[in-house]
């Protein structure tokens, strides 16, 4: 069945270091793929998202790139903020009649010290 | 925000009992879906509803069940509560239109509601 694996936490980063959480997937198909980051007490808010091969996502400096012959969409960023300090999920759908629902990752804690 | 809207936000109760969680998505959505996010799980899809009917049913429970109204807004209606059932419940919802061509359209969620079985 579908399904997504992401990299385990938690992450710790120092300011301005550079970040990458890295995803893969299993899906019948051409899955959708996206990026959502939940901030502490706040609901999920959509990150980024890529719909075909080699499609790049790209918001807030953070970049994920949908690698069909790796199953990946490593979500990226080249220098990272306090404010950055979140819980990240990866996650894919399908297209169609196949409903859209999303299959998420476990997700993975980000906390970014100064 | 991302005008999904849930009440209440938080709510807390007794094993055995039932509550009903209400969602009312963005202007225009059609598209309602229903998540559960807990510790051991993960975050899990429940089911959701495409302009009033139910069009996918996931990990969820037959204690546990939803609609949609005509004006759109759905409930989650949770009974005869377990302990194991606390966890922050998800709403979002997506402007998808059903069609043979389909398209992934991005869901957005609301705040969620944090549900306390004692």
């Known amino acids: 069945g579908d399904s997504v694996t992401q990299m385990e936490g938690p992450v710790t980063l120092s300011e301005e270091a550079f ?3 890295n995803c893969t997937y299993t899906a019948t198909g051409y899955p959708s793929l996206f990026w959502y980051v939940q901030y502490p007490g706040e609901g999920l808010q959509l990150l980024l998202k890529a719909t075909k ?3 790049k ?6 970049e994920a790139t949908y690698r069909k012959e790796t199953t990946s969409f490593h979500l990226e960023k080249g220098s990272v903020q306090v404010s950055d300090s ?17 299959y998420f990752g476990r997700g993975t804690q980000l906390t970014v010290w100064p | 925000d991302s005008g999904v809207t849930q009440t209440p936000k ?10 009903t969680l209400r969602c009312s998505p963005r202007s225009g959505d059609l598209s ?5 996010q807990s510790l051991d799980q993960g975050l899990q899809f ?9 069009r996918a049913k996931g990990n969820i429970l037959e204690r546990f069940s939803a609609q949609q109204f005509p004006d759109l807004h759905s409930e989650l209606n949770l009974s005869s509560l377990e302990l194991g059932d606390s ?14 061509a389909g398209g992934t359209d991005t869901q957005y969620f609301g705040p969620g509601t944090r549900l306390t079985v004692l």
């Not at chain 1, 996502?57 to 953070?62: A, I, L, P, Q, R």
């Open chain 1, 53 to 55: 091969a080699d499609d």
């Open chain 2, 32 to 36: 309602v879906y229903w998540y559960q």
């Open chain 2, 10 to 19: 938080h709510l807390i109760t007794a094993t055995g009992q039932r509550v």
């Open chain 1, 86 to 102: 979140a819980v990240y999920f990866c996650a894919l759908s399908h297209r169609g009649s196949t409903l859209g629902r999303l």
């Open chain 2, 46 to 54: 429940l089911i959701q509803y495409y302009n009033g009917e139910e």
């Open chain 1, 19 to 21: 970040l990458t959480i």
């Open chain 2, 87 to 100: 966890a922050l419940y998800f709403c979002a919802s997506s402007t998808m239109r059903w069609s043979v």
């Open chain 1, 57 to 62: 996502g790209s918001n807030k400096g953070f």
